[in-house]
């Protein structure tokens, strides 16, 4: 292990399988089913820990937790982890002595759930390596990162959609399109006035009011007569209280008396 970086816990398991592996025959893959797996070497707990990038297979006694074997993991999947071709519950890795003997071993797990733990921990781990290298590699050199192209293309156009908003009147703009509506002689009244008429073109005037080139007022063929004022004469509206004005006593007065019935006080 490297001096200064701290050690991380990345997988605990109680309880692991330990087998001897037989020689290989030929270079094909490793096969469980050759291992007497109802006999293991070795029984006790695994962690796997990392340090820095490297990551560390560690066997260790369930009571005392000695270390029993340890195996560095610098690439996964690789030499130092594999899987074996007949089950996905047993692994060949490689342990080393710190003194530069290796050896290869057999691992098992009770529980394939374990398995996939072990599995799942080591491929995080590097993915992890993998990341901190790239983001390094981008520090040193950050012109060589991939440039974000906000660009439009040769031919790519954009869409707006907007949507359509009505104005609201409000009372005044109601007002004034109702004093409006009269038509184009029409003028709103001043606040306290009267409403005044402002005459229509000469092209709208009626016909015995329209102007001859000349500036002259042309009669129509057939003027409206005005009608006359009749004052109306004694006949048509006779004082009916010019007898109530008379002296009392007249003979006038007494002869109403007699003829209407109205009592003289």
Known sequence: ??????????????????????????????????????????????????????????????????????????????LAVESVTDSSRYFVIRIEDGNGRRAFIGLGFVDRGDAFDFNVA????????????????????????????????????IKLHIANMKKKEGPLGSKSRTVHSGGPGLIPPPPGGKVSHVPPPEDQAPSHLRRSPAGATEAAEAPVAWPQHRTPTAEAAPDLWGDFTRAPGSASGQALQQSTGWVQF
Not at 148 to 153: A, E, I, M, T, V
């Open 1 to 78: 292990m490297a001096e200064g970086e701290s050690e991380s816990v990345l997988c605990v398991k109680p309880e692991v399988l330990v087998y001897r592996l037989p020689p290989r025959a030929s270079n094909r893959g490793y096969r469980a089913a050759e291992w007497q797996l109802d006999q293991p070497a070795w029984i006790g707990r695994m962690r796997i820990t990392s340090q820095g990038k490297v990551a560390y297979v560690k066997l260790e006694d369930k009571t005392s937790g000695e270390l029993f074997a340890q195996a560095p993991v610098d690439q996964f999947p690789g």
């Open 122 to 157: 080591l491929q995080d781990h590097f993915k992890w390596v993998k990341q901190q290298s790239e983001l390094a590699t981008q520090a040193l050199n950050p012109d060589q990162g991939p440039k974000l192209d906000l660009g439009f293309k040769e031919g790519q156009t």
